[in-house]
């Protein structure tokens, strides 16, 4: 008997957990749906995930510092942060600053499949 309103008990617990966990999900995917901009979307990025390496006048590194030399690379920059954190080319580098979440790696992809608007 204990073990029945042990179950009807975490039951209807489990269900809210689930229901909360797919609807962060969908929120994330939601949030890459929308048209992009660099300003708005990416710069921020850019501007958490780039800094100092690659932000002169500290930054010795390809230049990210505004919409064009983001634009020019971005396909590199799409290529270097899905690469495995093992990978000597992986950016950004480990001691430097957090690897890019898949929510904002999809931001980067989207924005450039959407012709990299500014």
């Not at 797919?22 to 958490?48: C, F, M, R």
Request: charged share 25%.
């Amino acid at each position: 008997m204990k073990k029945l309103k042990l179950t009807l008990l975490i039951l209807p617990f489990s269900i809210v957990l689930i229901n909360c966990n797919s609807t962060k999900k969908g929120a994330q995917y939601t949030s890459v749906e929308k048209n992009l901009s660099y300003n708005k979307d990416i710069k921020p990025i850019i501007e958490n995930s780039c800094t100092p390496c690659h932000i002169p006048p500290q930054g010795k590194k390809e230049p990210l510092e505004n919409y064009t030399h983001v634009k020019e690379n971005i396909a590199s920059i799409i290529e270097r942060v899905k690469l495995p954190q093992e990978d000597r080319k992986f950016m950004p580098p480990k001691n430097k600053k957090p690897a890019l979440n898949d929510s904002l790696v999809a931001v980067l992809v989207k924005w450039q499949q959407q012709d990299m608007p500014e």
